[in-house]
Structures are given as structure tokens and as C-alpha cells.
């Protein structure tokens, strides 16, 4: 069992991102499942806030892509995770 603790507020993103990985070392890795998470949290560097966003292209469905953003500057931050259920 894998958990990735970053202070980027990317939970939704790295939970599916947790998921695609953990579907593909089953069957066709090419590396260990810790380099691909060590270069997901330290050799990718965050988008700035508002300017870019990151494709993150899923491995276990090529087909696929996760879009990485920051909110605008002048856009309050946000949390990338629902609080509806945790609050009623």
C-alpha cells in the first residue's frame, strides 16, 4: 500500500494517479512502482499558480490524461477533494 504526502493540495489527482499505478504493476512496468511515484513528487514540479497545467498521461489507460492545475492568482486556493461527505 502506497500514500504520497505532498503539500500541494492534489489529493483527487494522486489518488487516481495511485490507482492507474497500482493497476499497471500488475502487469507491465517497466520500473519499480517506487521510482514512478519518487519522479511523480520530486522530478515533476508543480504548475504555477494560474499559468500552466500539467498532462499527466495514465499508464494503465494510454488513452487517458489527468489535467494538473493551480487556481488563478487572483482565485481563492482550493483543496482538489469534496468535503460533502466528511461534512453531512
Known amino acids: 500500500m502506497f500514500c504520497i504526502i505532498s503539500k500541494m493540495p492534489f489529493f483527487d489527482y494522486y489518488i487516481e494517479i495511485l490507482e492507474d ?20 513528487v520530486v522530478r515533476l514540479p508543480p504548475p504555477p499558480r494560474g499559468l500552466t497545467t500539467l498532462d499527466y498521461q495514465l499508464l494503465f489507460k494510454p488513452d487517458r490524461s489527468i489535467k494538473i492545475r493551480q487556481p488563478n492568482l487572483n482565485e481563492l486556493p ?9 461534512l453531512f
Open 21 to 40: 499505478l497500482y493497476k499497471a504493476s500488475k502487469d507491465y512496468l517497466k520500473s519499480s512502482l517506487e521510482s514512478y511515484i519518487y519522479n511523480l
Open 78 to 86: 482550493y483543496s482538489n477533494v469534496s468535503f460533502f461527505n466528511t
